[in-house]
């Protein structure tokens, strides 16, 4: 299970390496192209936001299973006493629902963009395209926060 949970972790972290690679070559190509040669690459803003937009939630999982994501401690102290071998698991909790509604309201938006059949501006790429990976990503996300709150804690 944790050969799995590794591997799909790095694929993810791969998928999101390259989003962020590609963003970056294509402003610089973008910016070079339009003030240089005075010629635009058509779409390239639109292109920048889808690949933002995978890239983030490709990024979801590695980051939730390397314990690298933002906390904020407001509660923190007061959970440590309440509860203090069950904090973990109690956020844990609270993030794969929380992965879990997000995933669900993307699939809704998901399929209320293909039933109306909406794009986007330039590119008139079907918006349930790019919402579907989202969604997968974010509920591999919870799958594997799950899976991480299952298995048992090492203690190095």
Partial sequence: MRKVIAYLSSALE?????CILVIAVL???AVIARYVFNSPIFGSSEIVQILLVIGFFAALA?????DRHIKVDLLDRHLNRWLPRGR???VSAATVAAL???AYQVFVQAATAAKFDRTTII????YAYLMVPAGVFCLIAALLQLAQLARPKRHD
Avoid at 62 to 66: D, E, F, K, N, Q
């Fill in 14 to 18: 791969a998928v999101a390496a390259v």
């Fill in 88 to 90: 973990e698991v109690l």
């Fill in 123 to 126: 590119l008139e790429i079907p």
């Fill in 100 to 102: 879990l509604i997000i």
């Fill in 62 to 66: 590695p980051v939730g299973l390397a």
């Fill in 27 to 29: 402003i610089a190509v």
